[in-house]
């Protein structure tokens, strides 16, 4: 993905991130951040956790999201283990984030998950 470029839907984040994921042991965090008409402002993995898990530091994604003036984000993490469906966890932790995005003018368009060659997008699952 390039910055400026238009993100006319998940699809074509998907098969970044399926290429990003591909042969990852380990969860990571993506982040996509938005301006106001859907080009891509900035990217980049924010953090890289164990085999089972990662911290999305929603603090810091906030700032950032700020940082570059974004006015709408889709994060994305992987499931190393293969297994596409969110846990508890990553719905929680999603309409969280959705709940501080929207304080501060900010849309959460998606959470996606990648695992092996397959995406799940929350929006699509209705779960955002």
């Given at each position: 993905?390039?910055?400026g470029?238009k993100?006319e839907?998940?699809?074509d984040?998907a098969?970044?991130l399926l290429?990003?994921?591909m042969g ?18 900035w990217n980049?993995?924010?953090?890289r956790?164990?085999t ?6 929603l603090?810091?994604?906030i700032?950032?999201a700020l940082?570059?003036n974004?006015?709408?984000?889709i994060v ?5 283990s293969?297994?596409?469906r969110?846990s508890?966890s ?7 984030l ?5 304080m501060?003018g900010?849309?959460?368009v ?5 695992a ?11 779960l955002?």
């Open positions: 993905m390039q910055l470029q993100v839907g998940t699809d984040l098969v970044f290429q990003l994921g990852q042991h380990r969860e990571f965090v993506h982040a996509f951040f938005l301006d106001d008409e859907m080009r891509l402002c980049e993995t924010l953090d956790g164990s089972s898990a990662v911290l999305l530091d603090r810091e994604l700032k950032l940082r570059v974004a006015t709408g984000m994305a993490h992987n499931h190393p293969g297994d596409v969110p508890a990553d719905i929680a932790v999603t309409h969280k959705a709940r501080l995005c929207s501060i900010i849309e959460l998606d959470h996606l998950i990648v092996q060659d397959s995406c799940l997008s929350f929006k699509a699952e209705r955002l």
